[in-house]
């Protein structure tokens, strides 16, 4: 199993980024699907989820309004477009299989 994350990087609040999730090595149609992240110095907090069939979502109270979660079974991969950042967004972002497979993690970094 592999899950590598891309789209991390540097930008100012109110501003947008994309985060890919590349899945390999199982059958990714079968499950869900998360992402996560760690602030510094705080613990790993859920951010979204999506169900296998890409009919429900979840997000986080902190997030709500702002970030989309998506995926496409033909690429294997799952995005979560963020919208309207804000300093506190700035975390490690790391993507989650509901089998409990884990990402390395792609850092996302919100200030002016």
Known sequence: VQLVESGGGWVQPGGSLRLSCAASGFSFSRYGMSWYRQPPGK??????????????????????????????????????????????DTAVYYCMTSRGDWGQGTQVTVSS
């Open 43 to 88: 613990e790993r907090e859920l951010v979204a989820f999506i169900r296998s069939d890409g009919r429900s979502t979840k997000y986080a109270d902190s997030v709500k309004g702002r970030f989309t979660i998506s995926r496409d079974d033909v690429r294997n991969t799952v995005y979560l477009q963020m919208n309207s950042l804000k300093p506190e």
